[in-house]
């Protein structure tokens, strides 16, 4: 967001990724203590981080992350979610598969399961929405690295999880191509790759040390 | 007598609500106060600095449905929320009235 508030072009400009290591990443408004078993995060080396988006907590495990950021958006929230759901939609229904729809205000499901969790944010006149297609889901692996709320018990929880989650079972480049195909059928675009410029590395690496990486703003709530 | 309290309320998203406010006894003349606040969850606010406003403007604010729900509804006026509506937060903030651990 800071290259194109910056920039003289207004290029919308999508990324894909992965993480490595596993990390976690909370909404804005949550409280990485609440949410989160920073302990055993510890242990298993996974990273911990708070969004600049609000939204639930996420284990970013195996699964393709997007990000995309655009000048050009409906002012309506709800719409502005829609629009960009929509190219996640295509690339799934492209994958083979049925009945996917988008589930206000910001997934996408497969039969009724969630397959993309996404989230959004607007500042000086950009929109930033990202989010996710999981490739495969362990929730096991989630509530030993995420909180159970005390009230609930860990079994039922992730039995909840296999019944109302799920994978897409393809792989990482399968998912990143089809995404990106869509994105472009989307907003009639042809889509430039490039890589990341050694200045957004070194913003990037800036904003870790003075923001994102600091206790201040992972545990600002 | 400072108390402090944790409510956990399902609204469409999770809200927790930290609060400390000071309790009046039958003696004092003024009424229990809120003397901080912290709101989180898995909800969505638009803009999201706007919470931070929500939550100072609750400070000194009479811990009684009434004024929490004026506030939260004159907040609502310049913001947009996903997750939850004044009623579920004015109930998640007094549902910390049943919770009160003394602190002082």
């Known amino acids: ?18 993480w490595f290591p596993t990390a976690v990443s909370i909404g804005y408004f949550q409280s990485m203590d609440q949410e989160v078993d920073v302990e055993n995060c510890k242990k298993a080396g996974v990273d911990l981080v708070r969004r600049m988006t609000g939204g639930g907590a996420v284990l970013h495990d195996s699964e393709l992350t997007y990000s995309f950021i655009t000048r050009e958006y409906p002012q309506n929230i709800l719409e502005s979610y829609s629009m960009i759901c929509d190219p996640i939609i295509t690339c799934l229904v492209n994958l083979g598969f049925n009945e996917v729809k988008f589930a206000a205000l910001n997934d996408v499901v497969v039969d009724g399961k969630k397959v993309s969790g996404n989230a959004q944010t607007r500042k000086e006149g950009i929109l930033l929405q990202h989010g996710t297609i999981l490739l495969d889901v362990d929730p096991e692996k989630m509530f030993t690295l995420l909180k159970v709320p005390k009230e609930k018990i860990r079994d039922k929880v992730i039995d909840n999880v296999k019944e109302r989650v799920m994978g897409v079972n393809r792989t990482f480049d399968e998912v990143s191509a089809a995404l990106e195909r869509a994105f472009s059928m989307k907003f009639a675009a042809k889509v430039l790759v490039d890589n990341i410029t050694t200045k957004e590395i070194s913003d990037s690496l800036k904003l870790i040390k003075v923001k994102y990486g600091t206790y201040g703003w992972n545990w600002r709530r | 007598m400072i108390r402090k309290s944790h409510c956990i309320y399902k609204s469409t998203k999770l809200i927790h609500v930290l609060l400390e406010y000071t309790e009046r006894t039958p003696q004092d003349c003024t009424t229990t106060t809120i003397n901080s606040i912290m709101i989180t969850g898995d909800f969505f606010v638009y803009p999201e600095e706007s919470l931070d406003k929500l939550e100072a403007s609750l400070i000194g604010t009479k811990l009684e449905e009434y004024p929490v729900r004026q506030k ?33």
């Open chain 1, 1 to 18: 967001m800071k290259s194109i508030s910056k920039s003289t072009t207004d290029t919308p400009t999508l990324r894909l990724y992965g």
């Open chain 2, 72 to 104: 939260v509804q004159q907040w609502l006026r310049g913001s947009q929320v996903f997750g939850f509506d004044s009623e579920s937060l004015t109930k998640a903030i007094m549902g910390c009235l049943d919770n009160g651990e003394t602190k002082i």
